[in-house]
């Protein structure tokens, strides 16, 4: 037999002798008790749902970097990476700088630049088809738009050198490192891409100036781009190191490209007076 306490005998006892409408009232209270308990048991399963919920999108926010999702995949993050390559280039070569340290130069995972580019030579196609192939078209309009003039056409060439240098910072030290030093990887691939059909129509121009008797017949024509760089992209190229030069380090862009022109046309010997 099941031994009933003292205390619920006596409440059991208190209850009977209180009436039906006491009997009545404890029993509404008992049957109160499982609700307060099914309430709790359903707010805390709440709970745990909106936990779980907020704790979803972090874990689906965790992901592997490298492939760009939404606003991050676009033109400007290929730009960065673009810019990035120019900067290293010209700071430490071609053949030196690899796709992990361009990454981190533009700030991005190295999966984020093989999303974009294979490989080096993909991106160095890329620069070359979007970037260096539209300068050198540039460089040689002042040829086409002056035939019959080589002083103006001489002497926009030479500004227009040196305000793309000065436009692209990273232009005249790149240039220097891969277009006119020995072994430059992007001089090798711009003359398998291009050939040389523009260099010689510009020789042949040059040539045929002379014959008009427009140009100086002493002038090598072969050495007139090779001296015209060195007046203004080695300059330039050096810019830097002037910064506490008090003797140059005023002189800018403007300064070269006018002190080329006047070499290239009058020469060292005396101006003409009037």
Known sequence: MTRISSDDAAADHAVTDAGPRARLAAQKRGASKPKAKATQTAATQTANSASSASAAPARSATRRPGRPTGAARGPEQRARLLDAALTLFAKQGIVETSLGE??????????????????????????????????RESLGLPFQENPDDPVAAITQLTERLVQIASDNPWFASLWVREVISDGGLLRQRMHERFGFAHQKASLLAIARWQKEGRLNPAIEPALVFVTLLGMTILPLASSKLWRNDPLRRNIGGAEIARHAVALLVQGIGPGKRD
């Open 102 to 135: 361009i990454a981190r130069e533009a700030g991005f995972t190295p999966a984020m630049v093989h999303y974009y580019f294979k490989n080096r030579d993909q991106l160095l196609d890329v620069l070359i088809d979007e970037c260096f192939a539209p300068l």
